[in-house]
């Protein structure tokens, strides 16, 4: 369970408490499912949840100001359709409905803790930005994949810069009107966007037609680790350790640190042409246990 900052307490209490009110609600709709899913989206009927006006809001309000628990966990239940609607936002993300929940509802009673009364403004539109931004902090702080602010940041602002210019070209817009219209490079709108992608398992199923399904990793291949590359490999440590000490050394440079016949030779203190002689009878002797190359 996410706790908040002024400890897990008073988010234990409020679930325990939702909890009891989902059963009273179950049974009013006469059916079981919410006992078993106290805070399932689909299980809740939000019309049926209760609803404060502004006259019992600010009654509250001054109330759980004052000290008064009751009214505070009045003002919560009051509120919960205001988180429900939120966390439907989220959707997409594939998260545990429960836990953004529990996250809403902590945004929620960190709002109803630092509202104040004598601005003129509603309480929903104070408890809105500050239960999105709880939900985000999780998500990012629960992202399997870590990605920087910056880059986070960059890849939101293409996102709702992407969506503004399509609806008003009516059309899909490319990565440079995106990069040209906030500012920065296309290859770092290209590198954002791909860094805020869920990631997939490769046993992800993409098929499946009533019998066995075809999962990521049958899609993907990988062109290095086939079996004929794997057995040249062997076959060449193999051929290499047949070669001399000198013979080897010369291999190795040449053909592994990319060295010149001419560097190889200073390095050894022998001639050019030496060198050249050593290699070629080295090649033609792991020729021996090797297929020729291209075959």
Not at 108 to 129: E, G, R
């Amino acid at each position: 369970m996410h706790e908040s900052g002024d400890g897990g307490d008073t988010v234990i209490r409020f679930i325990i408490a939702w909890s009891s009110q989902c059963i009273e609600l179950s049974s009013a709709l006469g059916g079981t499912d919410m006992m078993r899913n106290k805070v399932e989206i689909t299980g809740v009927d939000t019309s049926t949840l209760p609803v404060l006006t502004n006259k019992e809001m600010r009654e509250l309000f001054e109330k759980a100001q004052s000290g008064d628990e009751v009214a505070r966990e009045a003002l919560i239940h009051g509120n919960l359709r205001l988180v429900l609607s939120i966390i439907q936002r989220f959707n997409h993300r594939n998260e545990n409905v429960d836990d953004l929940f529990q996250v809403g509802c902590i945004g929620l009673m960190k709002a109803i803790d630092n509202f104040d009364l004598s601005q003129n403004v509603k309480f929903s539109t104070y408890a809105v930005p500050m239960i999105v931004g709880e939900i985000r902090r999780y998500l990012r702080d629960n992202n399997p994949i870590r990605v920087s602010r910056s880059l986070r940041d960059i890849a939101y602002r293409a996102l709702s810069t992407r969506d503004s210019l399509s609806a008003a070209l009516g059309r899909e817009v490319t990565v440079e009107e995106i990069a040209e219209a906030i500012g920065v490079p296309s290859e770092d709108v290209t590198l954002s966007l791909e860094a805020i992608q869920e990631p997939v398992s490769l046993f992800e199923p993409i098929f499946q037609d009533g019998g066995d399904p075809i999962y990521v990793m049958d899609q993907v291949k990988d062109d290095k680790a086939c079996d004929s590359i794997w057995s040249d490999e062997v076959a060449l440590k193999l051929a290499l350790n047949t070669l001399g000490e000198r013979e080897r050394s010369i291999v190795e440079m040449r053909f592994f640190e990319g060295k010149t016949q001419t560097e190889v030779a200073e390095e050894i203190g022998i001639s050019q042409a030496q060198v050249s002689r050593l290699e070629k009878a080295a090649l033609r002797n792991m020729q021996k246990h090797v297929h020729p190359f291209g075959e």
